[in-house]
T-cell receptor
Framework: NAGVTQTPKFQVLKTGQSMTLQCAQD?????MSWYRQDPGMGLRLIHY???????DQGEVPNGYNVSRSTTEDFPLRLLSAAPSQTSVYFC??????????????FGPGTRLTVL | AQSVSQHNHHVILSEAASLELGCNYS??????LFWYVQYPGQHLQLLLK??????LVKGIKGFEAEFIKSKFSFNLRKPSVQWSDTAEYFC??????????????FGKGTHLIIQP
């Protein structure tokens, strides 16, 4: 199993550009989520999904969209990038429809810089 | 609102020293608790978790943590650290009854440096 994979590993954008961060898992996990990690802030939840076709907002959703058309994929879209979105983005997944009861598996991260 | 507090942001120890990293949480309900580790340039990995039962839990690589409900604490310990333990350590909490809306609430992390 590849586990949780993310692409790209690094990305530089200009303010106002859009892009999609890809996340895929091959463990048949129902629950998937996106976090951003900022220095001195820990990780904060952006969006999550409890299954195909079902998504919802986390703590810091503004400026990001998600969709879940398949169990395996959970892309994160930045519609109009801003410097405040410079961060490291982690995708995670786990069994069940709640992140509460199992270990979450994290991807390797995408380091995004917005100029 | 729920929060997780890690008391030490930077810790420097010598090899073979004992380690204790503090974690306190503020939550209004039954919680599940985790410690994750992030080695330099790598993604987060689970060290250990507590859901219920024995409040002293053992994880990988010789780490353990004790859940003290009355103190809302979940401190991480290791009796003798190694240079390879150099990493960022995160305490994380989630409501046991929560759906995905809460997600994991992370502490700000502790950067641990082990000197040879």
């Amino acid at each position: 199993n590849a586990g949780v994979t993310q692409t790209p590993k690094f990305q530089v954008l200009k303010t106002g550009q859009s892009m999609t961060l890809q996340c895929a898992q091959d463990m048949n996990h129902e629950y998937m989520s996106w976090y951003r990690q900022d220095p001195g802030m820990g990780l904060r939840l952006i969006h999550y999904s409890v299954g195909a076709g079902i998504t919802d907002q986390g703590e810091v959703p503004n400026g990001y969209n998600v969709s879940r058309s398949t169990t395996e994929d959970f892309p994160l879209r930045l519609l109009s990038a801003a410097p405040s979105q410079t961060s490291v983005y982690f995708c995670a997944s786990t069994w069940g429809t709640s992140g509460a009861h199992n270990e979450q598996f994290f991807g390797p991260g995408t380091r995004l810089t917005v100029l | 609102a729920q929060s997780v507090s890690q008391h030490n942001h930077h810790v420097i120890l010598s090899e073979a020293a004992s380690l204790e990293l503090g974690c306190n949480y503020s939550y209004g309900g039954t919680v599940n608790l985790f410690w994750y580790v992030q080695y330099p340039g790598q993604h987060l990995q689970l060290l250990l978790k507590y859901f219920s039962g024995d409040p002293l839990v053992k994880g990988i690589k010789g780490f353990e943590a004790e859940f003290i409900k009355s103190k809302f604490s979940f401190n991480l310990r290791k009796p003798s650290v190694q240079w390879s333990d150099t990493a960022e350590y995160f305490c994380a909490v989630i409501l046991d009854s929560g759906g995905g809306a809460d997600g994991l609430t992370f502490g700000k992390g502790t950067h641990l440096i082990i000197q040879p």
